[in-house]
């Protein structure tokens, strides 16, 4: 069965300090994988993904994620992060054929950013 | 840009009573994503759509109905609501070939069954 596995459920950082948020997926098929993230009362958007190629990609506000095949990780990383990262942080697994496809999430992250 | 709205943004309906949740969207996607968010549960799939007049069951279906009439309107459907469907609804638009598998999400509408 497809699954993926956020493992904190809540994380607390200082403003400045680098971040790791961690995911991890279970599919037999191709994994395209993205992070989304939900300020409060919005719904969500679009901070990466990754299809193929260079296993490091990049997204907005300075976020990159590393897909690992050989560990089914897509961990999330910051080198240094702001009060305004303060969110809740979701990764997802696309399964099923080309036009016939739909997410699995995780329970989601939710980072709070501390001066 | 891309958009998705959902009407209401906030609903607040009787145990037993009939409640419908609209989404629109005008990317032109064919799938539509109806999910529904509850504290540690992330977000789960009610029922999908690949066009119009089409409705598949996700993963939570029961005790709720979709409906497909067009390409830009998708709506879920409680026919008999009970408060543990109260919780945060999302709809989503995407398409393989022109999002490239991303989704676009609306803004939610928080639904309290009383």
């Known amino acids: 069965a497809q699954s993926v596995t956020q493992p904190d459920a809540r994380v607390t950082v200082s403003e400045g300090a680098s971040l790791q948020l961690r995911c991890k997926y279970s599919y037999s098929g191709t994994p395209y994988l993205f992070w989304y993230v939900q300020y409060p009362r919005q719904g969500l958007q679009l901070l990466l993904k990754y299809y193929s190629g260079d296993p490091v990609v990049q997204g907005v506000n300075g976020f990159e994620a590393e897909f690992i095949k050989s560990n089914s990780s897509f961990h999330l990383r910051k080198a240094s992060v702001h009060w305004s990262d303060s969110a809740v942080y979701f990764c997802a697994v696309s399964v099923g054929s080309t036009g016939n496809y739909k997410y699995v999430f995780g329970a989601g992250t939710r980072l709070k950013v501390i001066a | 840009e891309a958009a998705v709205t959902q009407s209401p943004r906030n609903k607040v309906a009787v145990t037993g009573g009939k409640v419908t949740l609209s989404c629109n969207q005008t990317?032109?996607?064919?799938?539509m994503y109806w999910y529904r968010q509850d504290t540690g549960h992330g977000l789960r799939l009610i029922h999908y759509?690949?066009?119009?007049?089409?409705?598949e069951k996700g993963d939570i279906p029961d005790g709720y109905k979709a409906s497909r009439p067009s390409q830009e309107n998708f709506s879920l459907i409680l026919e008999l609501a009970t408060p543990s469907q109260t919780s945060v609804y999302f709809c989503a638009s995407g398409d393989a070939g022109r999002s490239s598998y991303e989704q676009y999400f609306g803004p939610g509408t928080r639904l309290t069954v009383l």
């Open positions: 990317n032109n996607h064919n799938n």
């Open positions: 759509s690949y066009g119009a007049g089409s409705t």
